[in-house]
C-alpha cells in the first residue's frame, strides 16, 4: 500500500447521468476527506469522514452529491444527475486521525461532463 | 469566511535563480499551514507550520509560518526545470484544509 488509490482515473459522462467515484486510503489513515479542483483554482473541501462516520460537509456538496465510506476503509462519491458544472477534479486524501497530519491525496479522478 | 491569498499567481525564471512564494491567510481557529507542490495531477506534501519563526527546510525548499502577521512564504534556491509546478498554500481548521489558488512556478532551462 503506497498511498491513496483513485478509480477511476477519467470519466466522461453525459449530462443527467450518474457517477461513482472510488477511493482507498492509506490502510493506517481513519481519516478520509474528498476535494474538488476545477481549472486555476486550488482544491474545495467537499466532505470528510473519521472512520465510517462522515463528520463534516460543505456547502458545495449538493443534494445531487452524496459520499459514503461504509467500513471506514474505501470511500465512494456519487453524483446524480451530473451538470456540465460538475467538470472537475476530484481528489481524495486520507491522514492519521491523531491531532492535524498532513494530508496525503491521490491521483484524482477527472470527470468531464458533456 | 476562511480565506487563503497566495502571491504571485504565476512566475517564470532562469534555472539557477532563487524564488520566494506567499500565502496569507484569515482563518479561525488556525492549527497548521502546509505546502503542496502540484504538477500534473495530485497535490505532493512539502510542509506543515505549526509555529512561527521555526524554519523547516528539505534540500533546496525552506518555509517559514508568521503567526502574528499571518503569512508564511516557500522559498526555492537554485531552481531547476523539474521544480515547474503549481505551489498549493493550505491551511488547516479543524477537519478541513483551505487552498490558495495557487502560484504557477516555470523555470526555463
Known amino acids: 500500500d503506497t498511498g491513496v488509490s483513485q478509480n477511476p482515473r477519467h470519466k466522461i459522462t453525459k449530462r443527467g447521468q450518474n457517477v461513482t467515484f472510488r477511493c482507498d486510503p492509506i490502510?493506517?489513515?481513519?481519516?478520509l476527506y474528498w476535494y474538488r479542483q476545477t481549472l486555476g483554482q486550488g482544491p474545495e473541501f467537499l466532505t470528510y469522514?473519521?472512520?465510517?462516520?462522515?463528520?463534516?460537509k460543505s456547502r458545495l456538496l449538493s443534494d445531487r452529491f452524496s459520499a459514503e465510506r461504509p467500513k471506514g476503509s474505501f470511500s465512494t462519491l456519487e453524483i446524480q444527475r451530473t451538470e456540465q458544472g460538475d467538470s472537475a477534479m476530484y481528489l481524495c486524501?486520507?491522514?492519521?486521525?491523531?491531532?492535524?497530519?498532513?494530508?496525503?491525496f491521490g491521483q484524482g479522478t477527472r470527470l468531464t461532463v458533456v | 469566511e476562511d480565506k487563503v491569498v497566495q502571491s504571485p499567481l504565476s512566475l517564470v525564471v532562469h534555472e539557477g535563480d532563487t524564488v520566494t512564494l506567499n500565502c496569507s491567510y484569515e482563518?479561525?481557529?488556525?492549527?497548521?499551514l502546509l505546502w503542496y507542490k502540484q504538477e500534473k495531477k495530485a497535490p505532493t506534501f512539502l510542509f506543515m507550520l505549526?509555529?512561527?519563526?521555526i524554519e523547516k527546510k528539505s534540500g533546496r525548499l525552506s518555509s517559514i509560518l508568521d503567526k502574528k502577521e499571518l503569512f508564511s512564504i516557500l522559498n526555492i534556491t537554485a531552481t531547476q526545470t523539474g521544480d515547474s509546478a503549481i505551489y498549493l498554500c493550505?491551511?488547516?481548521?479543524?477537519?478541513?484544509?483551505?487552498f490558495g489558488e495557487g502560484t504557477q512556478l516555470t523555470v526555463n532551462p
Open positions: 469522514f473519521q472512520n465510517e462516520a462522515q463528520l463534516e
Open positions: 482563518v479561525t481557529n488556525f492549527r497548521s
Open positions: 486524501a486520507s491522514s492519521y486521525e491523531q491531532g492535524f497530519t498532513e494530508a496525503f
Open positions: 490502510s493506517e489513515h481513519n481519516r
Open positions: 493550505a491551511v488547516g481548521r479543524g477537519s478541513r484544509l483551505t
Open positions: 505549526t509555529s512561527s519563526g
